[in-house]
Structures are given as C-alpha cells and as structure tokens.
C-alpha cells in the first residue's frame, strides 16, 4: 500500500470518528451498519479478490455466529463477552468444517458448493424451531451500549479486523495466496501446498464474516432466517465487485455505498431496486475494477487524465445520492405517521393493499385529523426484519414521526417490538398476526388491530365439528409460524370437541408445486384444510381440482386460502371451499358496502382483507387522535388513547381491544360463490365477538406452549 492510499485511508477514518458527534442517531446507525457489512465484505475479499475463489454463502457463516450470539445471550443468559468468544468459536469451527468441503474446488464449482452450504445453513435456521426459533427468529438480543458508543466500539471493531487483514494479506502467507489466484500449477511446482492455504484462507474469512456477525447481533437486536440466505450472500458478493476485489479497502467502500443507497433511495421512491440496479451496471461498465480504483494514485499509465476525471466523477456521483438527501426541507408540524410495508419482492401486492386502505381513508378525511395535517411517511421493508428495523429507526431518528403503523410478516413484528419499546413510540400493527406478540411476549407499546393467526381457526375448529359435522381432517399449511399458528388453533377446538386431525403436511413457502404434498392426502378424510396465500393459494386452488380432490374431499381452510388478493385470480375452482376470518368483501352491512364501492372506485379492484386492515388501523389512528385533541407529542396518552379508543362504523363490524391489545371482533365463515359473474366469500356463518383466548380464561391459555409445528 503506497503513501497516497494511506493518507486517504487515515482521512476516512478521520472523519468517521469526527462525524459521530455531528450526525443525527439514524446516519449514526447507518454508518454502524456500513462498517459491520464493510467487515463482511473484506473478509469475503480475502476469498474472492486474493484467493481468487468466489463464494455463494458467506452468509451463512455471518448468521452462524449471529444467531451464537441470540442464543447464548437469550436462552443461556451469557455474558456479552462470553456470547461474543462462544459465537466466534462456533463461527470458526463450522467455517473449518466447511472448508474440508470446499478447498479442493475451484471456479464455478467451488461457487456452487458453498451455494449449498450456506442454503443448508439458512435451511437448519429456518427449521431448527426450538433453537432458532424459525421463521420467527430471535428478538431480544441486548444492547450493550446506545447508539453513539456502539458506533463508536463497531469503529474499533471495523479498524482491528481491517488492520489485522491488511497484515494477513501483505505478509508471505498474503503473496502466496496471490500466487495461487493467479496460476495455481505454477505455485504446486514450486512446492506450496496449496489445498491448505486455500483452507487457511477460508477459515480466516469465516472467522472475521463471524466477527461480523456478532456486531450485527448486539447492534440489531434480532436474528432472523433471512441473514443467512442466498440474497444475503449475494449482497456482500457485489459488495466486493462494486468496491474492487483484491483491495480490502475497495469492499469496504462498496459495503458502505450499497448500505447508504439501499436505505436513502428506498426512502423517495419504490423503485430503488432500478436506481440500484443502474449503479451496478454504470460502475461496471465504467469502472471494471471497482470503486476503489477509480481514485488509485498512481493509475496505470493508459489512463488519460479526462478519463481519470470521468471516473473520479462517477464515484462522487455514486457516494453524494445519499448525501444529497440531507439537504431535504423540513414541512411544520403535521401529525407524522410512518408507515412500514413490503412494497418490493415476494409479498409486494400484500403491502400495497395494506398502503392502498391507509390512503384510501386518509383521502376520505383530507388528510386531516383533530384540526392537524397528516403527513405519511412511507418506507419498503422488503419483507426483510433487518431491513424493517433499519426503516423503523430511520422514521423514529430521522423523520421524527409521531407513531408507526404497518408491517406484513409475524418475524418483522417480533423484530420491531424490542426496539418499539425501548424508544418508547406507539405502533399499531393492522395485519401481523404472530399469536405471541399480543400474549407471551406483548409490547407495552404495541397495539394490533388485525387479529391474531389462532384466533378465527379457534372458531372455525368448532364450527367444522358442530355445523360442518366434519369427524376426520387432514391439514395442508405452509411451514412457517403463520401456518402452525393457524393449524394450531383449529386443531385445538376441532379435536376438543371430537374430531381427529388425521395428517398433518406442512409444505416449503417457497412451494411452486403441491403435487408430491397432495399426493399424500389420505383418501379417509370428511375434508382437507389448507392454508395458503398469494401465488401458492392460485397453484394449490388449481392443482386441488386438478388431482380431483375437489370431487371427493370437502376444502376448508383459514381466510387467506381464498381472500380476496387471490380470489379474483381464481377460477371456478374455488367455488364451494369453506374458509374463517374477520372480514369478507362480501359482507352486506352498510358501512362495509361504503368502503367496498370506495376501494373499488379508486383501486379498481375488491378489498382484500389486507386492505380493510389497514383502513381500520387507519381509522383507529384517527380516533385516537382525537381523542388527545391532537397532541400525539404526548407518547404516552396516544398509547392510552390507542389502547381505549372505541371506533364506530367499521367495514368489518365491531371490534375493541382487550387488555393485552388485541382485537375482540366477529369472525366470519364464507363460502366461496359465484355472484353476477365474480367469485366472493359469501357469509354463511358469523361468530360474534371472538377473542384471541377463544372461551379460555387467559391465565389457563398463556400457561399453554404456544402453538408450533
């Protein structure tokens, strides 16, 4: 490293330590999160760029100690210290083992082999429920300090690792591994062994991705499945190619680029993923070896001066789009609600409905309430947890708003609700349904005005064996907590009243053919329960008819099998199939009718319950507003009023809060009909005032293990 590159070296660093005190809580996160990713991504560059072997699940190994680090601290109460040394043991210890795998592969086969472990990884943290805790993962992880000082011991962090690569990569064993990179055969005839550096050189990277990870889990409160998963792993891959491989310092540059640009793009426009996109393929194109060299001292002598200057330019251009943003103008004093919602990837047509109701009746109030403004402020988790926990901070630290509403997936919930509560910030959850977050584990600070997974199932379990006069069952549900809650609960009553729950089948949620799990389907069953949403509900309604199981077998199932954001999509099919849930398009009081031509005029399609969700929360908002005559500064009376309020008028009937924050509301059997040309969940049954506990007294009910696979 020559004299230029140190300078600048020491410059940055400089100025992180400088910008600390000057920077507002939620840049100070950013900037954390960017030096434990840099770390990551110059640990996979002792791989990638001085090695020469390019890897498909580093991931895994940053979630291995992360989740160490949950566990140890959680469940065994470890000291942080002690997490911190156990997390980097085990980290390393599986990245050895890995390594015996992989280190006498090259090229697209050693790609392709950690591919697979690092999905074995993500497979045993999405399955090994009592440890991990599934798809729900592990909230609660402590931190250890506030945000200034973990920003702060993440910088001490980031710098040793940083120092103690650079030595590793500029001492023998360094040049070696360059050697190897670049012609192997040649190194062997020279008498290097060169399986064991390659080994040692996986080691050491798994051990600093480990160190990586154990920051990341004091910082972030959570571990969840998705840390370890194949985008994870191909996050810190472009890290390394957008900063420049083989330079340490370039993936560091890359990290903090792509962590900066995730999180201030996503925050003006839906379409980050495109502006992103075009930074990859721009620097690319115009910058081969990465952002790192673009600005090296000495640059090679084929480099004229305007195409230096060109590429100099196209770096500034890069880093100053987040930095531009903080110029943006501040607006008086509305009341400020951040909304949180996945509005890319998978589960994007689920968020917008959840938007679409939220606007749906602001635009009805003018956007007005108790005589102030309302001002949303909308941001995209991805239907990632890290990610909704970045969002959640950057609206509480940064855009300073009053309240938070939204979120889709129960693993995002448990996620938010450490951190909900120790900033203390009301937030009113319209459509996470994880039994728990309103009873085990319930949030002083959190509201729910959806309703729990178990909740309808519980009265549908009755009404299946009282009404439906079902006796044996066989489930099909996807395997995450949604689905056992929800399996669990109709289980629960259907088999306390008489009947018997004769298979139970659980499919991947990544599932795109049901083939092999109807196939198992036993033909001595009065019916067959499913739960299903989005593309698989479509896939499962078609191949059920398919396999002529509609013909013989009775199809029941929780609300989301044939809720209306699938339901139109369906054909002929779905006709007949008996589901429960809290709400139907269809249902014929006035005020449903009124929201029902609403959403209809503006979206040009039915409500999904999605949707009337966050039209309830929305109209929930509102009421307690009012009812602290618009102070919503006062954190604690806005919580009271949220917790009290009582809200006339709703499409879906009437519903109040019981005292853990969970909605008391009807639950509706529909059928599934065909009505002047459309397919709708008609009503044939209504259970009124359903709680969460069902007819359990709460005390008897939380003694009870909650409801797993």
């Known amino acids: 490293m020559g004299a230029g590159e140190r300078i600048r070296i020491l410059f940055v660093a400089a100025l992180l330590v400088a910008a600390g005190p000057l920077l507002g809580t939620y840049w100070v996160g950013l900037l954390t999160q960017a030096m434990i990713f840099a770390i990551l991504a110059m640990s996979l560059d002792l791989l990638i760029g001085y090695t020469g072997l390019p890897s498909l699940g580093h991931a895994g190994l940053f979630g291995v100690a992360a989740y160490a680090v949950a566990v140890l601290t959680t469940a065994h109460h470890a000291s942080w210290w002690m997490a911190a040394a156990g997390a980097l043991i085990v980290g390393t210890l599986v990245s050895a083992a890995f390594g015996l795998l992989v280190s006498h592969v090259r090229d697209v086969y050693f790609l392709m082999i950690t591919l697979a472990l690092g999905m074995v990884l993500w497979g045993l943290s999405y399955r090994w429920i009592p440890v991990t805790g599934g798809d729900n993962g592990i909230s609660g992880v402590p931190r250890l300090v506030g945000p200034l000082r973990a920003y702060y011991a993440t910088f001490a962090v980031f710098v040793a690792c940083g120092a103690a690569m650079a030595r590793l990569v500029a001492s023998p064993f360094g040049f070696t591994l360059r050697g190897i990179r670049e012609n192997e055969a040649r190194m062997k005839s020279l008498g290097f062994n060169t399986w064991l550096h390659c080994y040692v050189s996986y080691v050491i990277s798994g051990a600093f991705a480990s160190v990586a990870g154990i920051a990341w889990a004091y910082y972030n409160g959570f571990v969840g499945p998705t840390y370890l998963d194949l985008t994870s792993s191909s996050e810190a891959f472009l890290m390394v190619t957008l900063g420049g491989p083989g330079t340490l310092v370039g993936p560091a540059l890359g990290a903090g680029a792509i962590v ?332 449903n009718e009124r929201f029902v031509a609403a959403y209809r005029a503006r979206y040009n399609k039915v409500p999904s319950y999605y949707a009337e969700s ?54 509706y059997v529909r059928r599934v009909e065909r009505v002047n040309g459309e397919l709708q969940n008609t009503v044939i049954a209504t259970f009124p005032r359903v709680s969460q506990f069902w007819k359990y007294k709460p005390a008897d009910y939380l003694k009870q293990p909650l409801y797993a696979r």
């Not at 194109?285 to 100099?312: E, K």
């Not at 239907?383 to 909704?388: E, L, N, S, Y």
């Not at 199809?555 to 007949?576: C, K």
């Not at 954190?635 to 006339?648: C, G, Q």
């Open 260 to 591: 900066l640009l995730k999180n201030v793009m996503s925050a003006y426009t839906q379409r980050w993923l495109l502006i992103l996109g075009l930074v990859y393929v721009v620097t690319i194109v115009g910058a081969p070896q990465g952002l790192w060299n673009l600005v090296a001292v000495n640059p090679p002598r084929r480099d004229s001066p305007p195409r230096r200057a060109r590429r100099t330019l196209l770096v500034l251009f890069i880093l100053l789009i987040p930095v531009a943003t903080l110029v943006r103008g501040q607006t008086p004093a509305p009341i400020k609600i951040g909304f949180i919602a996945p509005l890319s990837g998978a589960y994007a047509q689920n968020g917008r409905d959840i938007m679409n109701g939220l606007l749906l009746y602001l635009a009805e109030v003018g956007y007005k309430t108790a005589g102030r403004r309302i001002e949303v402020v909308v941001e995209d988790d991805e239907a990632i947890p890290a990610v909704g926990l970045t969002k959640a901070r950057k609206l509480i630290e940064r855009d300073q708003v009053h309240l938070l509403a939204g979120a889709l997936l129960s693993s995002t919930g448990y996620a938010l609700a450490p951190y909900i509560d120790s900033v203390g910030i009301p937030m009113l959850y319209p459509v996470v349904s994880a039994d728990d977050l309103t009873q085990r584990r319930r949030s002083q600070w959190i509201v729910r005005t959806g309703y729990s997974g178990s909740q309808p199932n519980h009265a549908f379990g009755d009404y299946a064996y009282r009404e439906l006069k079902l006796r044996k069952v066989a489930t099909i549900a996807l395997d995450y907590a949604f689905g056992w809650e929800s399996v669990g609960g109709f289980a629960r009553t259907f088999e306390e009243n008489g009947g018997t729950i004769v298979q139970k089948i659980w499919c991947p949620v990544s599932v795109h053919d049901f083939a092999p799990y109807l196939a198992q389907v036993s033909s001595n069953v009065d019916a067959v329960y499913a739960l299903v949403l989005g593309r698989a509900a479509l896939q499962f309604m078609r191949q059920y008819s398919e396999f002529g199981l509609k013909k013989r077998i009775l199809l029941i199932g929780a609300g989301t099998t044939t809720d209306e954001h699938v339901l139109p999509s369906m054909g002929d099919e779905a006709i007949g199939a008996i589901t429960a849930l809290h709400y139907s398009a269809a249902l014929g009081t006035p005020a």
């Open 614 to 667: 966050m039209y309830t929360g929305a109209k929930w908002i509102a009421a307690a507003a009012e009812r602290v005559h618009g102070r919503v500064e006062d954190r604690s009376a806005l919580m009271t009023a949220l917790r009290e309020v009582k809200v006339a008028d709703l499409p879906r009937g009437p519903v109040e809060l019981d005292e853990y924050g969970n909605p008391i509301e009807n639950v």
